[in-house]
């Protein structure tokens, strides 16, 4: 079964093709701005009962250069068959639309990067009928955007920084600066974002992290991604998780908006069990400019 953050690696090409460009000029390969890039059927069966798709399947046309076409391939581990099924792509490919393919495998830690990354010589020892050369996109290489500033300048890039660093100690501060830079989106094109770099991140530890900062961001209160995260949350039914999580949106909420909270104000959130308390605590910590306004006139009960 395809995984979310396997589609999200390859999708982020569909939403903003440019990228591509942009980000193996940065790497010293000089492919052009497209004009125009035009998605196409990624259905590559044949009339025989064996069918193969890429994953993404683009054209690109630019003023400088001659038209190619870019097939995607996401990868989340070495995989020997690859080959054979990347060799057949570009034939395929080539054979069917007679423009040239090149492949992008996008990759997610560096063992998986390295390997994709090596060429294949297809053919005897003595005579390489075909060699394969797919370019790479992963840690090794795509850059890592922790500054807002940076990151809003191209929220494609750092969405595709999120994904390929999903597991880097430096994850968290990439999804710092592209929560931020988000903010200077309309409501759509977050929302399509947001939602690409949930999935591109998968099963990673920084998915949850970017669930925080996606649920107790104000901008995005009403997205799709944040009324999921609630409903999911209701629909787990375990309340010492929900508050725990309820917890820590409170202190994320309070530290994004710079306001200073006491190691006691921080002890007293974290040992709440009460999801109703916490919910008014989350709300008062979008105005509160002290921690103890968010604890005004609130009873101390057992729970907290």
Known sequence: MVSSSHEAMHRIFQEDPGVF?????????PFDEPVTAALLPTDLTETRP??????TLLRFDTDAGPSFLLAVEAQSRRDPGKASSWAY????LY???????VLLVVCQDQRTATWASAPVHIGPPQWSALTLRPLVLGPHNVPVITDPARAARDIPLATLSAVTHARDPEVADILEALASAMKTLDDDTASVFAELT??????APAAQTWRNLMAVDLSFFRSETSQR???????EGHAAGQAEGRAQDVLLLLDERSVDVPDEARRRITACHDLDLLGTWLRRAITATTADEIFAETPRTSGT
């Open 21 to 29: 460009a942009r980000t193996f000029r940065a790497l010293g390969i």
């Open 50 to 55: 064996l069918e193969r798709r890429v994953d």
């Open 89 to 92: 792509y570009l034939a395929h």
């Open 95 to 101: 054979a069917k639309y007679g423009i040239p393919p």
């Open 198 to 203: 949930e999935l591109g991140l998968g099963d």
């Open 229 to 235: 995260l609630r409903a999911e949350g209701r629909a």
